[in-house]
């Protein structure tokens, strides 16, 4: 049977599902002769009343039936309805006009299967049931059977006489019997309804085991291809065992040829002596290989280590390189401080003869701080000048390491044999950094040539008159006559670093300490002294 699904025609709510089977009460009302399922969408709201007299309704207890998405009035619900009635009880009536009924398949509008057709209002009063109005004692009546019986008075006549009175009791009995037929016809659709279904399952089932016995039977032909194909094959290896026991026969027909024709033991002693050769030498190309695998072995460690060494060494090597380069840009730096450092001893010495030859005025004490305010300018400028030029013998120092290192690495590289090749990189084991590094620790030592050494901290400097030029000016001026190995660089000069604060003070407290001795006066920092000529 068709089934619809029925929706709010204002928010289009989804209500239920009906199967296409209806009664039609009036033109605005209908209800589903097979009583649906759970409709979740639908509820009943306000209080139930009686349905008005003269109608379909009349003596059932009617209530309003909503949706429940939008709340708007869907129709009635019959609460309870009296006995023999045409209305059962929790029977829904439906307003066309609030709702819409859908093919729950397709989805579209469907037309509604109307098998009756009820009047909402009776034309005429109808009597009440059990008590016919307005019928004569001697209208006819109905026995216990159901049949109608004639007037008790005209009984003996057998001609029954009905006026209009007895004919609408007469109506109002079939109105009433009416019902249970409405009843009946309600279960038979049901049950019609039920039958459907019931075939319609048993249909699915025979369909079901159609395709069952249509697969059987696909398996039943395979399975016989199957067994064919068995049997021809059986068939071969019943012919392949023929042909292999013939071959068999003719095999120990030669054997016993081979027996009768030569001894066994000599065969056999024979073979033995050729196996216990070739077993002779398999043993000794074994240890051959195992031999020249462990020569391969020592060969790729002490190539391992030299690698690693050399690559040390390119490392050093540039490293020295690098310095190097930078060595005669220091160099030449040199050079000019020391030019700086002898025009500013020749300066100090000119202030010492200036001060032994003219003692200091009145005047001069009295502008002494503003020369030992120039006295402490020009003492710091020595200073720097100084301690910048005491490098100079440890970058010639460094240049030399790195001279005499650069020859050894050169020497040491044409010397190198060069490796061996590998003849079989399968037969030899990893070989590892770790063992590499721990070769290398054995084999070479490190030179003492090649550690860096660091000229010790140069003292005080004691200027005096008469003495001779110290290290240091005479370490100058003897780079001012020589030039570089590298030759006379074109490289802009490089900004002195500064010293250290401690070597610094030192230069300073040196140069004080001369030039006190020199003038016979105490000079410090920033106090009120003279000095002649200042």
């Known amino acids: ?30 209800t589903p ?8 969408a639908i509820t009943t709201k306000g209080p139930s009343r009686v349905g008005d007299q003269n109608t379909l309704v009349s003596g059932c207890e009617l209530q309003d039936i909503v949706c429940t998405g939008c709340d708007s009035v869907l129709g009635l619900k019959c609460s309870s309805a009296p006995v023999n009635h045409v209305l ?21 509008e469907a037309k509604l299967v109307i098998r009756r057709h009820l009047k909402l209002k009776d034309p005429a009063a109808k009597p009440e049931r059990g008590d016919p109005a307005g019928a004569d004692a001697s209208g006819p009546h109905v ?22 009175i007895n004919l609408t009791g007469l109506q109002a009995y079939l109105e009433s019997q009416r019902a249970d037929i409405s009843r009946i016809d309600s279960a038979g659709y049901q049950i019609v309804a039920a039958f459907d279904n019931a075939m319609d399952r048993v249909e699915r089932e025979v369909k079901k085991l159609q395709d069952t016995m249509a697969t059987l039977r696909g398996d039943l032909d395979g399975n016989r291809d199957d067994v064919s194909s068995l049997k021809t094959s059986v068939d071969a290896v019943r012919k392949d065992s023929v042909a292999a026991s013939t071959e068999a026969k003719s095999l120990r027909s030669e054997l016993e040829g081979l027996r ?41 460690t002490l190539t391992k280590a030299e690698l690693h060494r050399a690559k040390s060494d390119q490392a050093t090597l540039k490293t020295q390189v690098d310095g190097l380069r930078k060595a005669p840009k220091e160099n030449l730096a040199a050079k000019d401080y020391a030019r700086e450092v002898s025009a500013l001893r020749l300066e100090v010495r000119q202030l010492r003869q200036e001060t032994a030859q003219k003692p200091p005025s009145h005047a001069q004490a009295q502008n002494g701080s503003f020369a030992a305010k120039e006295l402490d300018i020009l003492t710091r400028n020595i ?56 070769h290398q620790n054995s084999s070479a030592k490190p030179s ?72 016979g006066r105490k000079v410090r920092g920033r106090t009120r002294g003279s000095l002649p000529g200042g």
């Open 260 to 300: 009768r024709s030569a001894p066994i033991s000599d065969t056999i002693d024979e073979l033995r002596s050729q196996l216990q050769d070739s077993m002779a030498k398999l043993h000794q190309s074994s240890l051959d290989r195992a031999s020249e695998a462990n020569d391969l072995r020592r060969e790729l």
């Open 88 to 108: 059962e009880d929790n029977q829904l009536l439906l307003r066309l006009a609030s709702v819409r009924l859908t093919n729950t398949k397709s989805r579209r």
């Open 383 to 438: 200073a720097k000048i100084g301690n910048r030029a005491s490098q100079i013998e440890t970058l010639q120092m460094e240049f030399q390491l790195f001279r005499s290192r650069l020859q050894r690495l050169e020497a040491a590289e044409s010397s190198a044999p060069p490796a061996p090749p590998v003849r079989d990189k399968y037969d030899l084991p990893p070989f590892s950094d770790a063992e590499a590094e721990q």
């Open 448 to 519: 003492a040539s090649a550690q860096r050494r660091k000229r010790s901290s140069a003292g005080r400097e004691k200027i005096d008159e008469d003495s001779t030029p110290n290290k240091r000016l005479a370490f100058s001026s003897d780079v001012e006559g020589e030039d570089s190995e590298f030759g006379v660089l074109d490289i802009p000069e490089t900004p002195p670093s500064r010293g250290t604060a401690r070597g610094r003070g030192a230069t300073r407290g040196g140069t004080q300490a001369a030039i006190s001795r020199a003038t």
């Open 143 to 164: 026995n216990g059977d159901g049949n109608f019986m004639p007037p008790q008075g005209h009984q003996a006549d057998r001609q029954p006489q009905f006026d209009p």
């Open 33 to 40: 002769i097979v009583t649906p399922g759970e409709s979740r």
């Open 1 to 30: 049977m068709e089934t619809l699904t029925s929706k709010c025609s204002q928010c289009n709510l989804e209500l239920g599902r009906f199967i296409n089977l209806w009664t039609q009460i009036g033109k605005s009302y209908v």
